[in-house]
């Protein structure tokens, strides 16, 4: 096993396996958080940074794939997610990757396998931490999820860095709302105030780590959608 420590969060109802995966990996020295329901294991993932979610897919109050869902797109890092789960069915490993899981492991489960494929999960992670992405201001980690405005951290959530990659892959074009809707909800997007709100979300984030002026370089487009108003080549000033 990997000498460096792990951070896991479990997100498992069943207390008798989720003592067993908890004590075994708090036995190889990992620091371990656990959730018995979807709604505790969404708030945990997306208030605390882990390493690696295990992420079981029948839980009581939330089905397990929504759960994936809502912890991709809130939480401060693209944490992996590997699945614990009995559905061992084609169809049911083919949605668990569409919504978002980095692995899947059907139960019964070797724990010695859950570790390794949690090690592998996290160091592939950090292979692509370092991988940027520089447009003007704007220094994207696109593997990380980490988004950096003038060497500031923007405290993103994801679907927030997801939109900034968008703009900042396209710039200085500006993106559709429904080219944004498409990349971010697929073939089932929400209401329309759904994007507004990251859009001013990720506004705010901009006011609040380069002050008023720098959220004015996200731009609302009428009838269109929004773009990055400033030259890519020589930055933002």
């Known amino acids: 096993m990997s000498k460096a420590p792990l951070n896991?969060?479990?997100?498992?109802?069943h207390l008798a396996i989720a003592r067993q995966v908890l004590d075994f990996l708090d036995g190889l020295g990992w620091q371990?958080?656990?959730a018995g329901t979807g709604a505790l294991g969404v708030a945990l993932a997306t208030r605390n940074t882990y390493d690696v979610v295990l992420?079981?897919?029948?839980?009581?109050d939330i089905d397990g794939l929504q759960?994936?869902?809502a912890i991709?797109?809130?939480?401060?890092?693209?944490?992996?997610?590997?699945m614990l789960t009995a559905r061992d069915a084609y169809e049911d490993k083919a949605r668990g990757f569409r919504d978002g899981a980095d692995d899947y492991l059907t139960k019964p489960f070797d724990l010695r396998e859950v570790a390794l494929r949690c090690e592998a999960l996290a160091r592939r992670q950090q292979l692509h931490v370092h991988q940027e992405?520089?447009?003007?201001?704007?220094?994207l980690q696109?593997?990380?999820?980490?988004?950096?405005?003038r060497d500031a951290t923007l405290p993103l959530t994801q679907t927030g860095f997801k939109i900034l990659l968008l703009l900042c892959r396209e710039h200085p074009h500006a993106v559709s709302r429904s080219a944004l809707l498409q990349a971010l909800w697929g073939s089932q997007p929400p209401d329309s105030d759904a994007l507004k709100s990251h859009i001013y979300a990720l506004r705010k984030q901009l006011e609040l780590v380069g002050g008023a002026g720098a959220?004015?370089?996200?731009?609302?487009?009428?009838?269109?959608?929004?773009r990055l108003a400033f030259d890519a080549a020589a930055g933002d000033g």
């Open 8 to 13: 896991i969060l479990l997100v498992e109802d």
């Open 32 to 34: 371990t958080d656990h």
């Open 55 to 60: 992420l079981d897919l029948n839980l009581p």
């Open 67 to 69: 759960v994936c869902r």
């Open 72 to 82: 991709k797109a809130g939480a401060p890092s693209n944490v992996p997610i590997l």
């Open 133 to 139: 992405m520089r447009v003007g201001p704007f220094t």
């Open 142 to 149: 696109t593997r990380a999820g980490r988004a950096l405005y």
């Open 215 to 226: 959220a004015g370089v996200l731009v609302t487009i009428p009838q269109l959608g929004y």
